[in-house]
């Protein structure tokens, strides 16, 4: 009898230790990123909805209507990292003398759904590669588009968000120059507020300092729970 609950407790624990080091990356705890923020707090990861004002949210992975089709997030929230949400403040505040605003819809991402993402579309040129993770997961990236103000009626872009086709792609020539001016605009506030394009999704904008902040998979029920 003993011998087969050693053996089933030996199964239960190599199967939770391979589920979480299947691609071979560790993440950080929730215990460690508290530790992290109290040392530095700019590590802490920001409700975007609070911090920024106006900001307008459709967090399209709370809900089916993303490229896996499927609900990923239980909370429709958008999170960051301090000087990330503090670079989206600064943008949202410049647009604002334009009429204009920021929509997001994604900030961090729990390192769980980057996996899943990679499961449902196995091409890394859209989908952050498992074995490294995403800069989502760092709490160092957005996916955003520029909105009017008065009407909320979002700015017309090249694509759809998480288009899969080389019109989205930044570079890609634009003949319509209303079209051409607002991925323009779009892309020039963010970089003067310190972010850079993704080279194939002109909505994905990384933080340059993302590389100091570590891979995370934290839930956003748990982020909810420790404030
Ligand atoms: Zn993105």
Not at 41 to 67: C, H, M, Q, S, W
Not at 133 to 152: E, F, Q, V
Not at 190 to 212: A, I, L, Q, T, Y
Request: contains cysteine.
């Amino acid at each position: 009898m003993m011998k087969f609950q050693i053996f089933f407790l030996a199964l239960l624990i190599s199967t939770t230790i391979s589920a979480q080091n299947k691609y071979g990356l560790r993440t950080t705890s929730l215990e460690e990123y508290l530790a992290s923020v109290k040392s530095n707090p700019e590590k802490e990861l920001v409700d975007l909805e609070k911090f920024v004002p106006g900001l307008v949210l459709d967090i399209r992975y709370a809900t089916a209507n993303n490229f896996t089709k499927e609900k990923i997030y239980n909370l429709a929230k958008a999170y960051a990292r301090l000087p990330v949400a503090e670079g989206l403040k600064g943008a949202q505040e410049e647009l604002k003398k334009e009429g204009l605003g920021i929509k997001i819809f994604d900030g961090y991402r729990p390192y769980k759904a980057t996996v899943r993402f990679y499961e449902v579309y196995k091409d890394t040129t859209y989908v952050a590669s498992p074995y490294r993770g995403s800069r989502h997961n760092r709490g160092c990236a957005l996916d955003i588009t520029l909105i009017d103000l008065k009407t909320g009626a979002e700015l017309k872009m090249p694509t759809e968000y998480d288009s899969f086709k080389k019109e989205a792609w930044p570079r890609t020539p634009v003949s319509d120059p209303v079209v051409r001016a607002n991925r323009a605009k779009l892309i020039a506030v963010m970089e003067k507020n310190g972010f850079r394009v993704n080279s194939s999704e002109w909505w994905h904008f990384d933080f340059k300092g993302w590389k100091n902040y570590e891979v995370l998979d934290i839930d956003f029920e748990e982020l909810e729970s420790i404030k």
